[in-house]
């Protein structure tokens, strides 16, 4: 796994060029909001805006990433 450095707290981000980009199955593919993740890249996670591909990702560890989705699954983050 290559060392990913942290400066202040903030992850200091691997180069993402090899990163293979999914789009969610349910993405109508007519502009939505929709996001894309990389999972190929060792030890992170990345996501970004599908409209944006140039623009920043989010990059999460492994850990970090299945946190998220447990607490979406569990409802975590719904509005009242």
């Known amino acids: ?11 200091v981000a691997p180069h993402l ?4 980009w999914r789009k969610a199955t ?5 502009g939505g909001a929709c996001v894309e993740v990389a999972r190929n890249i060792p030890g992170i996670v990345a996501v970004r ?3 944006n591909p140039d ?5 999460f560890n492994h850990d ?7 607490g ?3 409802g975590e983050f719904n509005l009242p």
């Open 1 to 11: 796994m290559p060392h990913v450095p942290k400066l202040s707290g903030i992850t």
């Open 17 to 20: 060029s090899s990163a293979e």
């Open 26 to 30: 349910r993405s109508n593919g007519h």
């Open 49 to 51: 805006d599908s409209k």
């Open 55 to 59: 623009g920043p990702a989010l990059v």
């Open 64 to 70: 970090e990433w299945d946190a998220f989705l447990n």
């Open 72 to 74: 979406a699954v569990k």
